[in-house]
């Protein structure tokens, strides 16, 4: 293998840095500009609190950056220390359950959303759920 660049490579090199054109995102469909991509956000190790607001500002970015699917990541709860608790609900205490119940309840968020997969939301044996959003218009 040689470690040596040919003229044209360092010319083309260099006329990209120089240039102020810029790279389109993969995730870019050219013919419409429309955005047809999925991200995901892990919220394990985080509180009720910082969970609902990580993910009101997550799905407030991915509405704006026209993502299709957002993947949702809370674990089963099952190492939940709530869970030895008897004064606290196991549905709404483990991010599993009160995050998309979060979701649901907040209006200004189900704007963006067409579906939330409450069917992963249910399943024992699923620690994540998706998220469906509009597009903009």
């Known amino acids: 293998m040689t470690n040596k660049l040919s003229d044209k490579d ?8 120089n ?3 810029k790279l389109q995102a993969k995730e870019e ?3 419409n500009n429309q955005v047809i991509s999925e991200k995901s956000i892990d919220l394990h190790g ?17 509405f704006l950056n026209r993502v299709k699917k957002i993947n949702i990541i809370t674990g089963k709860g099952m190492r939940s220390k709530n869970l030895d608790d008897p004064y ?3 549905d709404l205490s483990i991010l599993k359950y009160s995050v998309p119940e979060y979701v649901k309840n907040n ?3 189900m704007k963006k959303i067409i579906k939330i997969d409450f069917e992963s939301v249910n399943s024992p044996s699923k620690g994540n759920f998706d998220i469906f959003l509009k597009t903009i218009k």
């Open 88 to 90: 606290q609900s196991t």
């Open 19 to 21: 240039s102020t054109e």
């Open 29 to 31: 469909d050219k013919s």
């Open 107 to 109: 209006s200004e968020l």
């Open 10 to 17: 360092k010319k083309d090199w260099q006329n990209f840095l």
């Open 46 to 62: 985080y509180t009720l609190q910082e969970a609902n607001e990580e993910i009101s500002k997550f799905i407030d970015n991915c």
